[in-house]
Nanobody
Framework: QVQLVESGGGLVQSGGSLRLSCAAS??????????MGWFRQAPGKEREFVSA????????SYADSVTGRFTISRDNAKNTVVLQMNKLKPEDTAVYYC?????????????????WGQGTQVTVSS
């Protein structure tokens, strides 16, 4: 099993920045084989795709709503994936979840990711 733990959430003003981290533990050698993603869920809304990154970091994908503001990266030596969020907006307020997949496809569908963290709250005030 692989465990994913998010950190870095918090309260920030509109236009500010936050840096979310996701640490993988357990069978960490598996981390080298997976695509990693970030999803978010706002109150009363469905969970939605934010960003994903391939095994080597050479392939990334972003939701249209965050393109140009968020950057995903990974450090396989440290078994971590980071989501740098800039120019935050109130509509970015949500619980952010780290997710892992065993496939090479850098997908944006929830069902593609069997491993999930517990989530970290991000609140952007106007």
């Amino acid at each position: 099993q692989v465990q994913l733990v998010e950190s870095g959430g918090g309260l920030v003003q509109s236009g500010g920045s936050l840096r979310l981290s996701c640490a993988a533990s357990g069978r960490t050698f598996s981390f080298m084989l997976v695509t990693m993603g970030w999803f978010r869920q706002a109150p009363g809304k469905e969970r939605e795709f934010v960003s994903a990154i391939g095994r080597t970091g050479g392939s990334t994908s972003y939701a249209d709503s965050v393109t140009g503001r968020f950057t995903i990266s990974r450090d396989n030596a440290k078994n971590t994936v980071v989501l740098q969020m800039n120019k935050l907006k109130p509509e970015d307020t949500a619980v952010y979840y780290c997710a892992g997949a065993r496939t090479e496809r850098v997908g944006d569908k929830i069902y593609e990711y069997p491993y999930w963290g517990q989530g970290t709250q991000v609140t952007v005030s106007s």
